[in-house]
Antibody, heavy 122, light 106 residues
């Protein structure tokens, strides 16, 4: 059973860079797309972007200028960096895995981490 | 960007009720639609994908239908564990989610 676990600072100062890592266990990171999705308190879900195990990425156009994702297959983990954060970036951040087998370029999300709350505040 | 809307935004129901939630896409997304269930403090859980395919392990009382721009999630006989918030998601292009429908106890 694949398990995902987010880690990183829970508090980030405005204008700084948010950095999170997702550790994947119970399966290989290879040959899948790995996503980051966030959810402000009491609000809906926002797709941030995804990275393939080879390193190719797709980002939400609304966040693209501030997002960088990377993958480390040797450690079975992938990471998110979001620069120039503001209070609007305060949210629970989920890492997730897309399922394979979709006829579309994208796919549904089959596995989710438990989520980690990141607060942007001075 | 494809915008997803859901209706209603919330409603109250009783155990045993048949409930239907509607999701609409701002453009044709074929059948590239998923439904998720989220309980407070937990990550979303995939229920249905490709508009009508039940994810493994999900009870048969859940079903999905639709294609193009209009979709529905139906729970045939509401159980206590079904009180939650439900989200639709399109994955035809850059993924986006609906705003959610909260189902609570009447």
């Amino acid at each position: 059973q694949v398990q995902l676990q987010e880690s990183g600072p829970g508090l980030v100062k405005p204008s700084e860079t948010l950095s999170l890592t997702c550790n994947v266990s119970g399966g290989s990171i290879s040959s899948y797309y790995w996503s980051w999705i966030r959810q402000p308190a009491g609000e809906g879900l926002e797709w941030i972007g995804r990275i393939y195990s080879s390193g190719s990425t797709n980002y939400n156009p609304s966040l693209k200028s501030r997002v960088t994702m990377s993958v480390d297959t040797s450690k079975n983990q992938f990471s998110l960096k979001l620069s120039s954060v503001t209070a609007a970036d305060t949210a629970v951040y989920y890492c997730a895995r897309e399922e394979s087998g979709s006829a579309s370029y994208y796919s549904r999300v089959g596995y989710w981490g438990q989520g980690t709350l990141v607060t942007v505040s001075s | 960007a494809i915008r997803m809307t859901q209706s209603p935004s919330s409603f109250s129901a009783s155990i045993g009720d048949r409930v239907t939630i509607t999701c609409r896409a701002s453009q044709d997304i074929s059948s590239y639609l998923a439904w998720y269930q989220q309980k407070p403090g937990k990550a979303p859980k995939l229920l249905i994908y490709a508009a009508s395919t039940l994810q493994s392990g999900v009870p048969l009382r859940f079903s999905g239908s639709g294609s193009g721009t209009d979709f529905t999630l139906t729970i045939s006989c509401l159980q206590s564990e079904d009180f939650a918030t439900y989200y639709c998601q399109q994955y035809y292009s850059n993924p986006s989610f609906g705003p959610g429908t909260k189902v609570d106890i009447k």
